[in-house]
């Protein structure tokens, strides 16, 4: 799995998972943050997170067209630089006025360049290792690896950002509950109902930070306190960027010669593979195809952090039993991740030796798991934002199973190419959201609910497994389409065309705003479907043009 890699990209992905890690971070909780703190609907919401994430990936296009002109490596720095200023901005406690929302919309904006400098050409240096001869057939294995360490980082995000959130409630004498920044906003508007008056009420009166308080000053103290506590978690984001700094120039030896575009190379006599015009424009069609696809698939995963998170929210219990318990600690997800890669590579090991220590390793990271299971209390507290560590701990977790699974295939000569496993990736969404849809039925619809928490809340086992299956489809589609880019892209547009697989991801999570425009017009179970329809369709699109995309590579 890790044999015969070249130490550049470990190296370059451990400074992704440092970014990735604060940017996921900030992420977790950024739709909470800007309901809680200026009190937008579900539809407004929504579309400026879509907005945002459109931005985050629009901007490698440019990025990369940059780079292409003055080089990967200079564009990465100028983006480290920008996006701490960005969270930086983002981090500073401010008033819910018009300077607040000001100085947020900037820290976005400031976040979006950042990001497009650095996302889109640091993984162009990745690809530039892999086209040595020596390493051009572990080009798909090194970006699953690749995405698996920006998924390290990703997993521990939301635990970051719910305890630093915690923290600092409780500092002010506060706990969180989904049900209140809806209501004080209801109250402090003066358009509360009776019944969410006593609600509140007696909400407040269980918080010893709220004694003698009206509803109307609880309300304010509330929100402020809150609004702050998500501020110092937007806070972790400058310090994991820090660490990525030093990670990135620490170890620059190690993939300083992939730091090379096109016009470096020409400067400095290195041979670059020759393109026919034919050629060049029947790759670049191919890469446009596939975009096409792929804007529908980022559509529907990126709900996670949009209608996916207010169903955890609205529709969902937040007290976890049994053995899910062990899914909303952190910890004990990271033994279970390490025990897989413990176990893999006891098999793969040669040494009866080597084996042995291995399978006491990881026997003994099962026994810390048992050890941190029958430690928590019968039930577990859960809050929205948990369960965005599922898809990064998924993520890491089946990366082995992946790569074994195609490592299996590839011997027999049957593994699919990169632009099959991106259909079939669409076809899996699809059953993710086949998932939820079951587990919707019977639920008040969001109109009903008129901004509060269900009456009936399901299983938190609905959404971890809808997130399951959809990071099995992620894990067929990203790192693969990735791959695909870095190895179809012709050499003078490598930069552009990485920008363009972003681009085409921005488009996506622009429409993730659909769902969340719909939300308060349409059954949960319409919401879903609608999404799993996109998939399907798509699926059946890349299908059709399979022979097209497959002669592009050859």
């Known amino acids: 799995m890790f044999e015969g890699q070249p130490k550049g990209l470990y190296a370059l992905a451990l400074a992704n998972t440092g970014e990735r890690f604060g940017y996921y971070t900030m992420l977790a909780i950024f739709l909470l943050f800007i309901q809680a703190k200026f009190g937008f609907s579900a539809a407004v919401a929504t579309q400026i997170y879509s907005i945002f994430l ?7 296009l440019f990025g990369g067209i940059l780079a292409d002109k003055i080089g990967f490596g200079k564009c990465v720095t100028l983006g480290i630089g920008v996006m701490f200023a960005g969270y930086l901005c983002l981090a500073i406690p401010t008033e819910a006025g018009i300077a607040g929302k000001v100085l947020m919309f900037g820290a976005l904006a400031l976040i979006a360049i950042g990001t497009g400098l650095f996302k889109g050409n640091l993984q162009v240096m990745v690809g530039n290792l892999y086209d040595d001869p020596k390493y051009s057939s572990k080009r798909d294995a090194a970006f699953s690896l690749f995405y698996m360490a920006i998924n390290i ?34 109250c402090l508007d003066g358009v509360i109902s009776p019944d969410n008056a006593d609600k509140l009420s007696t909400l407040a009166a269980s918080m010893d930070g709220a004694a003698g308080m009206d509803l109307p000053t609880f309300s304010s103290y509330y929100i402020e306190r809150l609004s702050e506590a998500y501020n110092y978690g937007f806070a972790v984001a400058c310090v994991s960027l820090l660490l990525s700094v030093a990670i990135y120039y620490g170890c620059r030896s190690w993939f300083k010669h992939a730091d090379v575009n096109s016009k470096q190379a020409q400067a400095n006599h290195i041979e670059e593979m020759e ?4 050629q060049t424009k029947s790759r670049i069609t191919a890469l446009l195809l596939v975009f096409a696809v792929v804007v529908f698939f980022w559509m529907a995963f990126h709900q996670n952090g949009a ?32 025990s897989i890669y413990t176990l893999f590579s006891a098999f793969q090991a040669k040494v009866v030796r080597t084996k042995v220590i291995l399978g006491a390793v990881t026997l003994a990271l099962w026994c810390g798991v048992a050890g941190i299971y029958t430690s928590l209390p019968g039930e577990v507290s859960i809050q929205p934002s ?18 074994a699974i195609f490592s299996a295939l590839a011997s027999k000569g049957k593994e699919p190419s990169a632009p099959r496993k991106i259909g079939l990736g669409m076809l899996v969404a699809a059953a ?23 009456d009936v809340l399901v299983s938190p086992n609905w959404l971890i497994s809808t997130y399951l299956v959809l990071t099995f489809a992620e894990l067929l589609l990203s790192p693969m389409g990735i791959s695909f880019v870095s190895k179809v892209a012709p050499p003078k547009y490598k ?9 085409a991801t921005a488009v996506g999570n622009y429409l993730v705003s659909i769902p969340g425009l719909l939300w308060d017009k349409l059954p949960l ?3 879903w479907t609608l999404l799993i329809s996109l998939c399907l369709l798509s699926a059946l699109f890349i299908f059709s043009i399979m022979k097209k995309l497959e002669s592009a590579t050859k």
């Open 275 to 278: 393109l026919t015009p034919a």
């Open 495 to 503: 930069g552009a065309m990485m920008g363009c697989w972003f681009a």
């Open 525 to 527: 179970w319409g919401i």
């Open 54 to 60: 459109a931005a985050v990936y629009f901007m490698p």
């Open 153 to 186: 980082g990703a997993m521990f995000a939301p635990s970051m950002a719910k305890s630093i959130t915690n923290f600092f409630l409780e500092k002010g004498g506060l706990f969180y509950d989904a049900n209140i920044p809806s209501l004080a906003h209801q």
């Open 307 to 338: 209608t996916m998170t207010i169903f955890a929210r609205d529709y969902t219990s937040n007290i976890a039993e049994g053995f899910t318990r062990i899914g909303f600690n952190v910890w004990g997800l990271v033994l279970i991740a390490i």
């Open 432 to 454: 993710g959201f086949l998932i939820l849809t079951v587990g919707s039925f019977g639920l008040a619809s969001p109109a009903e609910l008129g901004g509060t928490v269900s």
């Open 386 to 403: 948990d369960f965005q560590q599922f898809n990064p701990f998924f993520v890491v977790a089946l990366t082995p199973f992946s790569l």
